[in-house]
């Protein structure tokens, strides 16, 4: 049987050509928790098969293992629709499933309406616009969502770089956005870089999410943080309260997590 990787177009459209199928071993059962089970590594397998047709119908024939040279392929022919951009300085990863970028340490307009605010609170009790200090933050787009964490220093990150929880309300501890009523950019471009700051830095907090309260060192919690901050009308974040971020799997906490590990596991999820 011969089995063909070619890409063709009619009049009528796009024709189904091939069908490429994935083989993956499954994780172990013990790892529960969805970091832990991206990162898995176990044994993989790919077939591409050529497509048959009876009175119209398609239909999977026999398949063979994909090659390279099957990738090298349909890689290319794939990439004739990706529009070629130009990508600025603050671009750290561009890949069609993946965009990250990071931002410097500034001093925003920020804008806190707290649903349950603590009775000790000095300034923010109540609905508050005022200028702030932010740390550096790193943000990685992927079609599920957007990662949201703080840099321990104000310039470009590499692959080595430790991230830190973000302090921005309304992240969960794993570091997703919590898009509530905000409209999610449909695109992960370049393009939408403004859109997807303007979820993170020109929304009204509202509330830390579950655990979020427990990502700072020192005394208080988050929100006593922002209210002292606030109350001092401070122009720099002390980076240093900020507790790296890490996965957490089975309850057990694991080392730091690197900037190159998240955008492995975005790639792979």
Request: hydrophobic letters at 40%.
């Amino acid at each position: 049987m011969t089995v063909t990787t070619s890409f063709e177009a009619t009049e009528g459209g796009l024709v189904l050509t091939d069908a490429i199928l994935l083989y993956r071993s499954e994780a172990p059962p013990g790892l529960h928790h969805p970091f832990a089970r991206q990162m898995f590594d176990g044994p993989a397998f790919a077939s591409i098969h050529a497509i048959e047709r009876d009175d119209g119908q398609p239909t999977i024939a026999a398949g063979a293992p994909l090659s390279r040279a099957h990738l090298r392929r349909w890689t290319e022919a794939l990439g004739r629709t990706e529009v070629p951009e130009i990508l600025p300085d603050n671009v750290v990863v561009s890949h069609p499933d993946v965009l990250a970028w990071w931002v410097p340490a500034k001093v925003r307009t920020s804008y806190f309406v707290l649903t349950s605010p603590p009775k000790d609170l000095r300034a923010l009790a109540k609905r508050t616009v005022m200028p702030l200090p932010y740390p550096a933050h790193v943000f990685v787009a992927t079609r599920g969502g957007l990662g949201v964490y703080a840099l321990p220093t104000s310039e470009r990150p590499t692959a080595d770089t430790v991230v830190l929880h973000s302090p921005v309300l309304n992240v969960y501890v794993d570091g997703r956005l919590c898009w509530g009523n905000i409209p999610q950019p449909k695109t992960i471009g370049i393009a939408a870089i403004a859109e997807y700051e303007r979820a993170v830095f020109d929304s009204w907090s509202t509330h830390p999410n579950p655990g979020q309260e427990l990502t700072v060192s020192g005394r208080g919690g988050l929100v006593q943080l922002w209210d002292t901050l606030a109350a001092r009308k401070a122009t720099r974040f002390p980076v240093q309260r900020l507790k790296p971020f890490a996965a957490r799997t089975g309850g057990a906490a694991e080392p730091p997590v690197t900037l190159g590990a998240l955008i492995k596991r975005s790639v792979r999820s």
